[in-house]
């Protein structure tokens, strides 16, 4: 039953995972078509001042940190990372406290 339990789980994590993934190149196309746009839209009515740097920059750190996220690439901005690091507390002080109890 628990192994019923485990891959659904597995299988609910992949699929999570892979919507993530296609919502970041979503978000991707959309800032390339969109910046594309902006670039002309600069270039046509004041090439002497290209403003639309300032869009890809805003944007594309946006989007950096999206692709960071999805990918796991630091680990402090994996949406997992808390809960990891609460299991890991919380299995530190369990050995801690059976350590101690032996000892008594």
Known sequence: MEKDFIEAERFYQAKKKVKEIR???EHLAVF???NIIVIAV????????LWFVW???GWGVGVVIHGLTVFDIPPFFSKDW???KIK????K???SKSK???GN
């Open 32 to 34: 390339i078509l969109v």
């Open 82 to 84: 808390e809960e990891k």
């Open 93 to 95: 002080e369990r050995t």
């Open 88 to 91: 890991e507390i919380l299995e």
């Open 55 to 57: 869009c890809v920059l």
């Open 42 to 49: 600069n270039l046509i009515t004041s090439p002497e001042y």
């Open 100 to 102: 101690n109890n032996y």
């Open 23 to 25: 919502e970041f190149y």
